[in-house]
């Protein structure tokens, strides 16, 4: 079992940046993919980036593509995302995701999932 908890979400403009943060606790949490989704309103979740167990994998959605940077620190459990340049259409629930095995860009491949922190960028 793994629990993750999202944290770091706020209002900023466009442009801004922000870092969101994912708290994770369980067992072997240091063997997981983490991955970050995020889900507007009237739209399905989507995935953002993915993060291999060690750290050393990363992959990105094209529409995140050099302005996020996904992180981990398995000796603290948590697992980061650096946001920069934020436009209006970043704005969404984030969410953290977990799962063992490869990664995975699908929502439904995944079993482990925080509550969700809320991410508004205004124009």
């Known amino acids: 079992q793994v629990q993750l908890v999202e944290s770091g979400g706020g209002l900023v403009q466009a442009g801004g940046s922000l870092r969101l943060s994912c708290a994770a606790s369980?067992?072997?949490?240091?063997?997981?993919?983490v991955s970050w989704f995020r889900q507007a309103p009237g739209k399905e979740r989507e995935f953002v980036a993915a993060?291999?167990?060690?750290?050393?994998?990363?992959h990105y959605a094209d529409s995140v593509k050099g302005r996020f940077t996904i992180s981990r620190d398995n000796a603290k459990n948590m697992v980061y995302l650096q946001m920069v340049s934020l436009k209006p259409e970043d704005t969404a629930v984030y969410y953290c995701?977990?799962?063992?095995?490869?990664?995975?860009?699908?929502?439904?491949?995944?079993?482990?999932w925080g509550q969700g922190t809320q991410v508004i960028v205004s124009s």
């Open positions: 993060i291999s167990w060690a750290g050393a994998i990363t």
């Open positions: 995701a977990a799962r063992r095995g490869s990664d995975s860009n699908r929502v439904s491949d995944y079993i482990y």
């Open positions: 369980g067992r072997n949490f240091g063997l997981h993919v």
